[in-house]
Nanobody
Framework: QVPLVESGGRLVQAGGSLRLSCVAS????????MGWFRQAPGKEREFVAA????????NSADSVKGRFTMSRDNSNNTVYLQMNSLKSEDTAVYYC??????????????????WGQGTQVTVSS
């Protein structure tokens, strides 16, 4: 059973906003740093944003800085990705991932232990 379930993806117009959610189950959530990655058709999965176990440290890709914000609610085992000023190049399947007890939130796919099934975000221009 996949312990991470993403939701919130849909079709949105360029310039619009969207909030993705990822709920974890069966994990001691506060021991995991969390990340968001995305994969567009024909491209490799790429880092979008990550957040530390406590939520005090965040990191994001240059391509989304100033537009996307990642947050977490440890009381509800949930992470969020608030996406503003969406562009057509943001179209992708977005994946949530969990990294057990790291020193800092990682940008590397290989550091993550669990992955969700993904949610599709489509931005129309």
């Amino acid at each position: 059973q996949v312990p991470l379930v993403e939701s919130g993806g849909r079709l949105v117009q360029a310039g619009g906003s969207l909030r993705l959610s990822c709920v974890a189950s069966g994990l001691t959530f506060s021991r995991y740093a969390m990340g968001w990655f995305r994969q567009a058709p024909g491209k490799e999965r790429e880092f979008v944003a990550a957040i530390s176990k406590s939520g005090g440290v965040t990191n994001s890709a240059d391509s989304v800085k100033g537009r996307f914000t990642m947050s977490r609610d440890n009381s509800n085992n949930t992470v969020y990705l608030q996406m503003n000023s969406l562009k057509s190049e943001d179209t992708a399947v977005y994946y949530c991932a969990a990294d057990y007890n790291p020193y800092a939130p990682s940008t590397r796919r290989l550091d993550y232990d669990y992955w969700g099934q993904g949610t599709q975000v489509t931005v129309s221009s």
